[in-house]
């Protein structure tokens, strides 16, 4: 664009007079050249009128263009710039929706909610989940609305009610995550933004709802990072109608509903540009962008009416005003203009024609024709002509100006000195600058900060060049973006227009920013499929094409070129007895009676291997009128390693389940910090508890045999001081029965790494009761049978001690008869297995040896015995030592029965009888003969018989012994303490082996000797 030259100061000013025509001659007197009709040609006003619009029409025309095209692309630019934004926010948007969509989604599949036990690991795993968006997680069952999870709150607190039936109520009848519009939620008092996804499990409604609430806050930030000017604000409102975020004012708008009109403008419309009030009446335009996460939400970004139209309808107006003025300007200047020319010329003619025609001077009183200055008259008119030119020049470039000024663009003009001859208003106004500090100045002393700077270079390369720029570069002065239209003139210097197009650009880094993100979130999601070993497939459910990812083919082993192919032929290769349910699984999505796809199958590779693949898919098109499936999408994974692990895990907690149930064993882990204790079912039974209860280990401690406990720790103290974390031990536990019970412990202590303190223990128990009383038994067997040899020992050397030795043959049979009588006592305690002898068996057996051998010929000793003995008396158990020697008081009665007594004639009768004297203490046993030889007195002295009988019975064991010598025969009573005559019970399972005596003389005191 060449505007001419201009003035410094960049305002033309009339120029001065510096003489002219002064009183021009006549024209009358003048004999003029006959230059033909001068009528038909057209006049001088005309032909400078011409020119003046020739000059004016086109200038003001290509201005007229130029600002209409500047208006035009001003008014596309601002819309451009509000829909751009737009868009750039909805974009964001929609990546911030659509990962919490996304999120929702993941967690809805979590295998984890198919059980109540898996809630908690669920807890744990959604926790983070939560965190990253800066909100939390919750799962509602949808039987009775209740929370089951919530993140929000500390593992195991109260849960508080779902958001509310109608919004669980919107997952019911879809298989998508859904947005739910603002509304409030329990734990805060302002409305949030709410994500639900329907936990599917091959049904059509959904037994659980992943919601994951959402702050407007948040949207709130996301929008105000356009950092929208002017008055401009973006807001984000949902499908009804309500305001769920804003840039400006987003706490006074926040919950409220959009004007009136605008739900009705944008209804069916996916983007587009509106006009109408706010909520305070104000004017603005707006553009709008429907969202593909939420597609009933819709972003606004609206800038007030005003600056709408300043950006492109001032300017025309200005443009029309000014080139109106200026055309008429022009036509009067160019009357008065002709007007002043036509003398000087008119007198040049008169003269020259004078010359011509050889004519004197002017008639009297004409007036003169020039007050020459230079000695030339004509070259002062000329001068004169030249310099009211130049003035009228300077006025149409000062009213140039003022046009183009009036257009409120942003323009300047450099001379080729680089110096300024121009200067809009609103190129000032946008530098700050008044017209004194820029006009006349070079470009660098004005403006120092440009100097080396991309623009300076476009300055001096457009003036060398002569060539046009156009680009968009950063401005040094403004510290903002600008595109810079660039023209040189044909003075050397040149025209700059710019724009600033900051705004412009950040709405285009936005968006590129956005599409970054997306690109950035797909390689996410593609790193984390090649990360699982994920293969993706899709379905075309109309014509059943295939299209498979190549890890798709890698893992079912197709060959190159299988990435596209038809549903059933992979089919072959399917285990015979996975593809029926396989088979119903797809086809139960084809015919739209479920969204979800899932299955696992045994799949057959080229190489003969089998292998097991998960699938899962989801339908994401369906037919709009019918709502039939289009498309399926889905993912499939190798698991034949999980496979193979989980059959061997279940292979060796089989063989662990069998090892421990055959072992009697109890696992068990405790918590030594909260007390707590999980174990199997065996342990309440090892332990004596009932097999519903979850005895703590404070209730287990309380039933450890006294000491035992410090016993246990002081173990697991020395371990720990050791270095060592595993104990092995064996204690005592009390039933609630009273009984004692051995158990053996086995466990590996856990230690805390900071503090070195152990935390928690994990172990197995068993019964090891019967092992330990088998082994107090061997030990007492042991000492007992050390003891009984001894005595036995000591019996035969006191039997061959008093023994009389004056008759080889008597003092043989003596002995043999008393070793006999011990080695029958011997042979009746080895039946009870040395724990002791019954007391009939072993009168019946001493006494069965002294009977006739007729009358024991053919006949049981018992009843051989009862022939010519009478036995009455409870059944009583003789300990070891009370059976030796009651064994060996019992022969030599019967010895003596034998020579003198009773048993001597064929008529004479024993009678053994006995009794437990509880009160006190004793068992008295009684020997009484009849039938013999009648007994004239007691003999004289006492023979080896009675001194064999009160050595046993009196040393050995603590008795008595009385003799009455009857007439029909002899009487002997003894009486041994209980205490040291019966054998304690046999010992309960548990018990302590040795029951203490007053127990055993109660027990005994009881029996039928006592009541008779």
């Known amino acids: ?108 599949a979590s295998p984890l909610l198919d059980t109540e036990q898996g809630l908690s690991a669920f807890d744990v795993q959604a926790r983070p989940v939560g965190a990253a968006f800066g909100t939390w997680v919750v799962v509602v069952r949808t039987a009775d609305m209740r929370q089951i999870v919530n993140t929000r709150l500390p593992p195991g607190a109260p849960l508080p009610d779902a958001f509310s039936p109608a919004a669980v109520a919107e997952t019911m009848g879809g298989h998508d995550a859904v947005v739910r519009d603002l509304a409030t939620v329990p734990f805060r008092t302002e409305p949030v933004v709410a994500v639900l996804a329907p936990v599917l499990r091959g049904a059509e409604a959904p037994a659980k709802v992943v919601a994951i609430p959402l702050d407007p806050a948040r949207l709130e930030r996301l929008l105000k990072r356009q950092e929208l000017d002017g008055g401009a604000f973006a807001a984000l409102v949902d499908g009804r109608g309500v305001i769920v975020a804003r840039s400006l004012d987003h706490a006074r708008f926040v919950g409220r509903p959009a004007p009136d009109w605008y739900p009705r403008a944008v209804e069916g419309r996916a983007r587009g540009l509106l006009r109408g009030p706010t909520h305070d009446g104000a004017e603005i335009i707006l553009a ?156 660098e002393d004005a403006f120092p900060e440009t100097v080396g700077s991309l623009a300076w270079e476009v300055h001096r390369q457009a003036m060398a060049s002569r060539e046009e720029v156009h680009l968009c570069l950063p401005s040094a002065v403004l510290g903002r973006w600008i595109e810079m239209d660039v023209y040189p003139r044909g003075d050397g210097g040149i025209t700059v227009a710019f724009r600033d197009i900051e705004d412009r650009r950040r709405a285009h880094v936005e ?111 369906r037919d709009p009128a019918s709502g039939a499936p289009r498309r399926l999408v889905g993912i499939s994974q190798d698991i034949t390693e999980r496979k193979t692990a989980e059959a061997a895990l279940a292979a060796s907690e089989a063989r662990l389940r069998l090892a421990v149930d055959a072992g009697r064993m109890a696992v068990w882990e405790a918590d030594l910090v909260s007390g707590s204790v999980a174990g199997s079912a065996e342990l309440n039974r090892l332990l004596g508890f009932p097999e519903d209860a979850t005895p703590t280990l404070a209730d287990m401690r309380a039933r450890y045999y006294p000491g035992e406990l410090e016993r246990l720790r002081a173990i697991g103290q020395f371990a720990l001081a050791r270095g060592e974390r595993f104990i092995e031990a064996e204690f005592r536990y009390l039933w609630p029965d009273g009984s004692v019970r051995w158990l053996l412990l086995r466990a590996e202590i856990h230690i805390e790494a900071g503090s070195g303190r152990p935390f928690k223990a994990v172990g197995v128990v068993m019964d090891v009761t019967d092992r330990k009383t088998a082994e107090e038994r061997q030990a007492l067997l042991m000492r007992e049978l050390d003891h009984r040899a001894k005595n036995a020992l000591a019996v035969v050397q006191a039997a061959l001690r008093l023994t009389p030795r004056d008759d080889p043959e008597a003092y043989a049979r003596a002995v043999e008869g008393r070793v006999a009588a011990l080695a029958r006592a011997h042979t009746v305690l080895a039946r009870g297995r040395w724990e002791g002898a019954a007391l009939r068996s072993l009168v019946e057996g001493e006494l069965a040896a002294f009977l006739p051998a007729a009358e024991m010929s053919g006949r049981p000793e018992a009843e051989a015995a009862a022939s010519r003995i009478g036995i009455e008396g409870p059944a009583l158990t003789l300990a070891p030592a009370a059976a030796q020697a009651l064994s060996m008081a019992l022969h030599e009665l ?58 046993t019975v009196r040393d050995q064991l603590g008795g008595r012994v009385a003799r009455h010598w009857n007439v029909s025969g002899l009487a002997c009573e003894i009486e041994v303490p209980l205490a040291r005559a019966l054998a304690a019970k046999p010992a309960a399972p548990g018990r302590s082996p040795q029951a203490p005596p007053a127990r055993a003389a109660a027990g005994v005191a009881g029996g039928p000797a006592a009541q008779a």
């Not at 263009?65 to 948007?93: D, I, K, M, P, Q």
């Not at 002017?362 to 200055?373: E, H, I, K, L, Y």
């Not at 996975?578 to 190489?607: H, M, N, W």
């Open 1 to 108: 664009m060449d505007i001419g030259p201009i003035g410094t100061d960049g305002v033309v000013t009339p120029a001065r007079a510096k003489g002219g025509p002064r009183n021009l001659p006549a024209t009358a007197g003048a004999a003029p050249r006959p230059r033909g009709n001068p009528r038909r040609l057209p006049g001088l006003w005309a032909h400078l009128a011409g020119l003046v619009l020739a000059v004016l029409i086109p200038s003001l025309a290509l201005g007229a263009v130029t600002a209409w095209w500047l208006a035009e692309n001003y008014r596309v630019a601002f819309e451009e710039r509000l829909s751009g934004t737009a868009r750039a926010l909805a974009a964001a948007a929609d990546a911030e929706i659509g990962a919490v969509i996304t999120a929702a989604a993941t967690l809805a």
């Open 511 to 621: 968006r590129v920013r956005a599409e970054k993100a997306l690109r950035t979130s797909e390689e996410r999601l593609r790193l984390a499929l090649d990360a699982a070993a994920l293969g993706v497939w899709e379905v075309d459910l109309e014509t059943r094409i295939v299209r498979r990812s190549p890890r798709t083919v890698e893992i079912f082993g197709f060959s190159r070129g299988a990435e596209v192919g038809i549903y059933p032929s992979w089919r072959d290769r399917m285990h015979p007895e996975d593809r029926a349910a396989v088979a119903a699984a797809f086809e139960a999505v084809c015919a739209g009676r479920t969204k979800i796809y899932r299955a696992q199958f045994r799949s057959l590779r080229p190489d003969g291997r089998w292998v097991w693949i998960e699938s899962h898919g989801r339908v994401i098109e």
């Open 894 to 951: 019967a010895t003596n029965a034998t020579k003198h007594g009773a048993l001597s004639v064929p008529a004479g009768r024993v009678a053994v009888s006995w009794r437990v004297d509880g009160a006190a203490g004793l068992l008295r046993l009684r020997w009484e003969e009849r039938g013999g030889p009648p007994v004239a007195a007691p003999p004289a002295r006492r023979g080896f018989g009675s001194r064999v009988i009160e050595a």
């Open 288 to 443: 709008f962008e429907r969202l593909r996460a939420a597609p009933q939400w819709t972003v606004v970004v609206a800038g007030p009416v005003g600056s709408y139209y300043a950006a492109w309808l001032d300017p025309l107006l200005g443009l029309a005003a000014g080139g109106a003025a200026a055309i008429a300007l022009g036509i009067a200047l160019a009357g008065g203009l002709s007007h002043r020319i036509l003398r000087p010329v008119a007198a040049l003619v008169r003269r020259a024609d004078a010359a011509a025609t050889d004519a004197g001077p002017p008639p009297p009183g004409a007036a003169p024709a020039f007050s020459p200055r230079f000695g030339v008259a004509e070259f002062e008119a000329l001068r004169d002509a030249t310099e009211r030119a130049e003035t009228a020049l300077r006025e149409a470039n000062r009213r140039t100006a003022e046009v183009l000024g009036s257009l409120g663009e942003v323009l300047y003009a450099l001379d080729a000195d680089r110096r300024f001859g121009f200067a809009s208003a609103r190129a000032l106004a946008t530098w700050g600058r008044r017209p004194e500090e820029v006009l006349g100045r070079r470009f």
